[in-house]
């Protein structure tokens, strides 16, 4: 029997991005260079995106099967841009206090790059969840930071329980209280935790997952994030006591 090379193609993004994931969190089992199995029949609730205007269709697991290469997400792939959005809103309005309260230029142009890399992917899920008739979240929009940097995005409110790694609205008040060496060390702690939940939600997308493209957009955030944990922690190792 021979297998779809498109079904082949999506697996091997799917073992690469646990591999990324598992790497992440210290952990080695399972990354070999094996061909994984086919992607099987989601478990749970597909999306088909509607006509223009209109909202998506949702597919239960048993309509779905004999659908082949259909047009369709599953609610994982939805979920995740849905709410990563949020999880890198929250990461900006971060960066965005750095200039003002830290006297470090590398922490300073470590910021700026969070801010540019994360305000683009929270552009382009906006445009796939549009693509797809999806609602987008009204954080993506609502009160922008200019993209020359040269203001702030207003505070947002944040759904910090739903998702790994988010700060508390207690922690994200310290930080804006705080400045020179105190606010380096709470942002470089605060970040290194919200980019660790960032990579847990990479991790359960992969498992539930369907869309190749929302595949690979994780896959480059883990790979993203990793290495500004790396980056972040050697920073905070160099603070003073």
Request: net charge negative.
């Amino acid at each position: 029997m021979t297998t779809d090379p498109r079904i082949r193609r999506t697996g091997c993004r799917r073992a690469a991005l646990t591999c990324v994931v598992a790497l992440a969190l210290g952990l080695s089992a399972g990354c070999t260079a094996e061909e994984p199995a086919p992607v099987p029949t989601p478990s749970s609730a597909v999306l088909a995106p509607g006509k223009p205007g209109e909202p998506a269709e949702t597919i239960a697991p048993e309509d779905y099967e004999g659908m082949g290469d259909a047009d369709v997400v599953t609610e994982a792939d939805a979920d995740f841009m849905t709410r990563m959005i949020g999880h890198h809103a929250q990461a900006v309005e971060m960066a965005q206090l750095v200039p003002e309260r830290s006297g470090s230029a590398p922490l300073a142009k470590f910021a700026d790059r969070i801010r540019l890399t994360q305000d683009g992917e929270i552009d382009y899920m906006s445009r796939w969840l549009e693509d797809q008739g999806l609602p987008v979240p009204a954080v993506a929009t609502a009160s922008a930071a200019p993209s020359d940097g040269s203001g702030p995005r207003a505070p947002q409110a944040h759904d910090h329980g739903s998702m790994p790694g988010m700060l508390t609205e207690a922690e994200m008040t310290a930080l804006a209280d705080a400045d020179g060496t105190a606010f380096d060390r709470l942002f470089l702690e605060g970040m290194i935790k919200h980019h660790a939940g960032a990579l847990e939600m990479v991790d359960d997308l992969s498992a539930a997952g369907r869309d190749e493209t929302v595949q690979e957009f994780a896959a480059n955030v883990a790979a993203d994030q990793i290495a500004e944990i790396d980056r972040m922690s050697r920073l905070l190792d160099e603070l003073p006591g």
